[in-house]
T-cell receptor, first 112, second 117 residues
Framework: GENVEQHPSTLSVQEGDSAVIKCTYSDSASNYFPWYKQELGKRPQLIIDIRSNVGEKKDQRIAVTLNKTAKHFSLHITETQPEDSAVYFCAADFYNNNDMRFGAGTRLTVKP | DAGVIQSPRHEVTEMGQEVTLRCKPISGHNSLFWYRQTMMRGLELLIYFNNNVPIDDSGMPEDRFSAKMPNASFSTLKIQPSEPRDSAVYFC???????????????FGPGTRLTVT
């Protein structure tokens, strides 16, 4: 069936370094790609999203890039801070079902 | 708006008992999603409603699980009978879908932590 693959499953960086998380999707008709951050014991919350008519989007230290041909998209966090430590989920919509599927998540740890 | 509201926040029950989880979506949203989150399986979509109609329930694990949305402001997820492997955090999320293929941000509720002993 339709799915979203996410890598890596865990990522540890030093404060101030950059972090990159990558996802691939299978439905060529997908056109909405959100990223969610989930802190320990909390609910997932949207941090950035991108639609298929855009190749890149930035919001302060966070950016997302999309390659529709290759069917992959990435989250880039620059100048990481300890409060960036969380689990990050990518997701993609599936046109036929009109719903969303999530990646397995990446646990990011930013060491001070 | 208070956001998506879920109740109860925590539920501990014995195997074989019926469990009912409740969700109130954000007013004006027309799509509602039920997810289950575990360490082993991550965030799984169980069922999705659009305009109170179930659209995709392929994620519902088995017949013990059922979900309803009698109106635009209320949904339930029921497990009967419950089993220890149902222990998880269950999230409800809502969004406004502008049209076919036009999904928007999903707003998650705080979740219900279910423990079945």
């Amino acid at each position: 069936g339709e799915n979203v693959e996410q890598h890596p499953s865990t990522l540890s960086v030093q404060e101030g370094d950059s972090a990159v998380i990558k996802c691939t999707y299978s439905d060529s008709a997908s056109n909405y790609f959100p990223w969610y951050k989930q802190e320990l014991g909390k609910r997932p919350q949207l941090i950035i999203d991108i639609r298929s008519n855009v190749g890149e989007k930035k919001d302060q230290r966070i950016a997302v890039t999309l390659n529709k041909t290759a069917k992959h998209f990435s989250l880039h966090i620059t100048e990481t801070q300890p409060e960036d430590s969380a689990v990050y989920f990518c997701a993609a919509d599936f046109y036929n079902n009109n719903d969303m599927r999530f990646g397995a998540g990446t646990r990011l740890t930013v060491k001070p | 708006d208070a956001g998506v509201i879920q109740s109860p926040r925590h539920e501990v029950t014995e195997m074989g008992q019926e469990v009912t989880l409740r969700c109130k979506p954000i007013s004006g949203h027309n799509s509602l999603f039920w997810y289950r989150q575990t360490m082993m399986r991550g965030l799984e979509l169980l069922i999705y409603f659009n305009n109170n109609v179930p659209i995709d329930d392929s994620g519902m694990p088995e017949d013990r699980f059922s979900a309803k949305m009698p109106n635009a402001s209320f949904s339930t997820l029921k497990i009967q009978p419950s089993e220890p492997r149902d222990s998880a955090v269950y999230f409800c999320a809502s969004s406004f879908q502008a049209g076919t293929g036009v999904l928007n941000e999903q707003y998650f509720g705080p979740g219900t932590r279910l423990t079945v002993t």
